[in-house]
């Protein structure tokens, strides 16, 4: 277990190391006039590779509420990316789906991703790479095990 001086650098690195990717995603992607966001593409990519889904799912899969998700949709919306379609059996149910014009917003926004993430990971040897990736998949795990606890 990481004593009290890792924890914090720990902390500290990785707010820094996300805070600058999500700033050079965004500027990247405005360069490339691609208006989404992170946040906003995470939604569009789910649903590319999911097909519709509910508003519920589409959060707690990427551990967001139901508000933020109903907001950054809203937005994708008007951006005619998605629709939302009411389950022919319970109107209070809405699905989220991509548009065709949400599904051409994926496959550009892949093609930037794949460049910028190289970039973000120039230089790391890939046994490194790997190591960071497991590691990545250990804290999805204890997330989501933390997450059911409090259910």
């Not at 004593?3 to 914090?8: C, D, S």
């Not at 690195?13 to 405005?30: I, P, V």
Request: with cysteine; hydrophobic share 40%; charged share 25%.
């Amino acid at each position: 277990m990481p004593n009290r001086e890792q924890l914090l650098q720990l902390q500290m690195n990785f707010r820094s190391m996300l805070r600058g990717m999500r700033a050079q995603w965004d500027r990247h992607l405005e360069l490339h006039n691609l208006n989404v966001n992170m946040t906003q593409f995470a939604v569009l990519n789910l649903l590319f590779r999911n097909g519709a889904m509910k508003v519920t799912d589409v959060a707690k899969e990427l551990r967001l509420t139901p508000g933020a998700v109903t907001g950054i949709t809203d937005k994708l919306t008007l951006l005619q990316y998605v629709t939302r379609n009411r389950d022919a059996l319970d109107r209070r149910i809405n699905y989220l789906e991509l548009t065709e014009a949400g599904h051409e917003k994926v496959k550009a926004v892949e093609i930037q991703r794949e460049i910028v993430f190289s970039r973000f990971f120039e230089g790391i040897p890939d046994e490194e790479l790997l190591h960071f990736i497991h590691i990545c998949q250990q804290v999805n795990l204890n997330l989501d095990e933390i997450s059911q606890v409090g259910e």
